[in-house]
């Protein structure tokens, strides 16, 4: 999910597409399949998608939603997850057991007949497989868009990749990227209007913090990897950083802590992330493309068409470059 809080302090305003025309956008890959998956479950009958028992609604969401980047003139980077850390871990569990939580729910409004609460349900069950990311990348080979494998965090290399000027934006709907470094970042990019851009500069200026004290109050409040302090907010982080300078000084002041605390400032302020190239020139291969996800994982062809026609279209139309 990513610091949701943030959003009350974050210099966010929509943007046009056409203002990024000629960007490129180090897309956060899970953070994007997860929300293809989702809709994709919610609106599409899952025999659409499945086959030998493996479900690959995956296929489905890269074909609906890579045409939007394209139509527009973006050079879309995928950027995937490497290894996790032990804070990441903890937080898989704890999602793990949400999950089953759902499962449970979701088991229970089947044997009742509740079509709608289950399918609502089943969205929520969703998670990136093995053969998710396998075919994903795939998928993506197929359509020489570049991809980038993170060696840990992939929202970190992405807000790398956008520091070191690597790419023009981060694409990702979590708050984290600012927590990250992410200059500029992309949201709603899987939304049917246009994007948000989101600006660390603008964050900081509005609120008279350095980015190592934006990270203080992220902390404060709590993140994926820490709780936050009971009754902590963002405007109540933002004045303790402002009283004390520092999370160390806020905690001293209220005698409190915070456990890893110094663990989870390491991880936004000096991740693991590596120097990554890519080649901007794209030529997909739709025909290879449309056999690997009609033919080898029987998506039926009605599913996946319209968008396969939209990025042959894009590719013939844009006049750029990259498409040539």
């Keep these: ?19 990024l025309s000629g960007a490129s956008v180090a897309v956060d890959a899970h953070n994007w399949l997860y929300r293809y998956l989702t809709t994709t479950v919610k609106f599409t009958a899952n025999g659409a998608y499945t086959r030998d028992g493996e479900e690959v609604p995956n296929l489905i969401g890269v074909v609906r939603g890579l045409p939007k980047l394209l139509e527009h003139e973006l ?10 850390t032990g804070l990441k871990r903890d937080e898989i569990e704890r999602r793990r057991e949400k999950r089953e939580t759902v499962e449970e729910r979701l088991a229970a409004a089947r044997d009742r007949g509740d079509e709608v609460e289950a399918a609502r349900l089943e969205s929520r069950t969703q998670r990136l497989t093995p053969v998710i990311q396998e075919t994903s990348r795939r998928l993506l080979d197929l359509l020489d868009v570049p991809v980038v494998e993170a060696p840990a965090e992939g929202e970190a290399q992405a807000a790398h990749m956008a520091r070191q000027e690597a790419v023009d934006y981060v694409g990702t709907e979590d708050y984290d990227a600012l927590l990250f470094g992410a200059p500029l970042t992309l949201r ?40 936050g302090l009971d009754g902590v907010g963002p405007a109540t982080a933002v004045d303790l950083v402002h009283e004390h300078g520092d999370l160390w000084g806020a905690l001293e002041a209220r005698g409190d802590h915070i456990e890893a605390a110094d663990l989870v400032r390491e991880l936004f302020l000096d991740p693991n992330v590596t ?23 029987g998506v039926p062809v009605e599913e996946v068409e319209a968008g396969f026609e939209r990025i042959e279209t894009a590719v013939t139309q844009t006049g750029l470059d990259r498409w040539t």
């Design 275 to 297: 120097d990554a190239e890519y080649d901007p020139d794209v030529r997909p291969d739709v025909d290879g493309a449309r056999e690997f996800v009609v033919e080898e994982w």
């Design 188 to 227: 709603q990019l899987t939304s049917s209007g246009d994007p948000e851009r989101m600006s660390l500069a603008a964050t900081l200026d509005a609120h008279d913090l350095t980015w190592e004290q934006l990270v203080d109050v992220a902390v404060l409040v709590g993140t994926d990897f820490n709780e």
């Design 1 to 19: 999910m990513g610091n949701a809080a943030l959003r009350d302090l974050a210099a966010i305003e929509t943007v046009p597409y056409d203002s």
């Design 75 to 84: 050079t879309p980077v995928f950027v995937f997850d490497g290894g996790t």
